[in-house]
């Protein structure tokens, strides 16, 4: 298996007004996007070229929608992984440049 491209934990995962998990994981790995609980079981997945990534105009930096197979997620990053000693963007634009570059429409 590969390394993730994208690797964010500690990440509360919303559907709806329903919470799924408040200390989940998103993965971008092998091209695929991954929902997980705490407990490492898959929430949803789908390619990354099926997935729509934003930023809902009304929260703060750390959270963003996504949608796969036309189901909508609020996630809510905690910890991801910038490069080695460098802050790097918030965590919300950090998660949508990865789907994007994943999905091959990125620089």
Do not use: C, N
């Not at 789908?46 to 996504?66: M, N």
């Amino acid at each position: 298996m590969a390394e993730p491209e994208f690797t964010a934990t500690g990440v509360r995962i919303d559907q709806r007004l329903r919470s799924l998990t408040r200390a989940g994981q998103v993965r971008i790995s092998d091209g695929r996007l991954e929902l997980l609980t705490s407990y490492g079981s898959v929430i949803d997945s789908a390619p990354v070229q099926a997935v729509r990534a934003s930023r809902p105009w009304f929260a703060g930096e750390d959270r963003a929608l996504a949608e796969l197979d036309g189901k909508r997620y609020v996630l809510t990053l905690g910890e991801s992984d910038p490069a080695p000693g460098e802050p790097g963007p918030p965590p919300a634009r950090r998660f949508i440049e990865a789907v994007r570059k994943a999905a091959g429409h990125g620089d």
